[in-house]
């Protein structure tokens, strides 16, 4: 099992330019969520699914936009980058039963220039 | 609201000295708590949790977390470093709520933990 695997690994944009992160599961999970990770600040949820079209904004989801269209991937999308998104983006997976942890991928490093 | 604290932005001890990473949270009911270790360049791995009953949780690599509840803390140990513990340490909390919110994790700012030799 290749677990949680994340598309691209690194991205460099410049301001107003528009991209896709990608994020595949072979675990059968049903949840998945997006992180973004700061210095200084931990990681901050910006959107998850509990579903296969099903999404919920998390505590940042400006500037984001998700799509679960298919249960093993998970999509996030910047319309339009601005430098405030530079960051460092995890996606991770979670089972359907109990108080079960969160699967991480490697994560997608952004700079937005 | 659920928040986690992380007290300390650094740790640091010498190899083969006990070592504690803290954490306190805050949380409306019983809690669900979990520790998680990332190395640079890669994403976070899990190290343990607390779910119910036993107060001394034992995980991987060594580790283990004490749940105390009347100090809202959930501080992770490790009776012996090596410098290979050297990492950035997260603590996350989620409530039992069912519903959409279900899985919900939230974590601390992170602690850098350094084992010099």
């Known amino acids: 099992n290749a677990g949680v695997t994340q598309t691209p690994k690194f991205r460099v944009l410049k301001t107003g330019q528009s991209m896709t992160l990608l994020c595949a599961q072979d675990?059968?999970?049903?949840?998945m969520y997006w992180y973004r990770q700061d210095p200084g600040m931990g990681l901050r949820l910006i959107h998850y699914?509990?579903?296969?079209?099903?999404?919920a904004k998390g505590e940042v989801p400006d500037g984001y936009n998700v799509s679960r269209l298919k249960k093993q991937n998970f999509l996030l999308g910047l319309e339009s980058a601005a430098p405030s998104q530079t960051s460092v983006y995890f996606c991770?997976?979670?089972?359907?039963?109990?108080?079960?942890?969160?699967?991480f991928g490697p994560g997608t490093r952004l700079t937005v220039l | 609201a659920q928040s986690v604290a992380q007290p300390e932005d650094q740790v640091n001890v010498a190899e083969g000295n006990p070592l504690t990473v803290k954490c306190t949270y805050s949380?409306?009911?019983?809690?669900?708590l979990f520790w998680y270790v990332q190395y640079p360049n890669r994403g976070l791995q899990f190290l343990l949790k607390?779910?119910?009953?036993?107060?001394l949780v034992k995980g991987s690599y060594g580790f283990e977390a004490e749940f105390n509840k009347s100090q809202t803390s959930f501080h992770l140990k490790k009776p012996s470093a090596l410098v290979s513990d050297s990492a950035l340490y997260f603590c996350?909390?989620?409530?039992?709520?069912?519903?959409?919110?279900?899985?919900?994790?939230?974590f601390g700012r992170g602690t850098q933990l350094t084992v010099w030799p």
């Open positions: 991770a997976s979670k089972g359907l039963a109990g108080p079960t942890e969160q699967f």
């Open positions: 675990m059968n999970h049903e949840y």
């Open positions: 699914s509990v579903g296969e079209g099903t999404t």
């Open positions: 949380v409306s009911g019983n809690p669900y």
């Open positions: 607390y779910i119910t009953g036993d107060n």
């Open positions: 996350a909390v989620r409530d039992r709520g069912r519903g959409s919110t279900l899985g919900r994790l939230y």
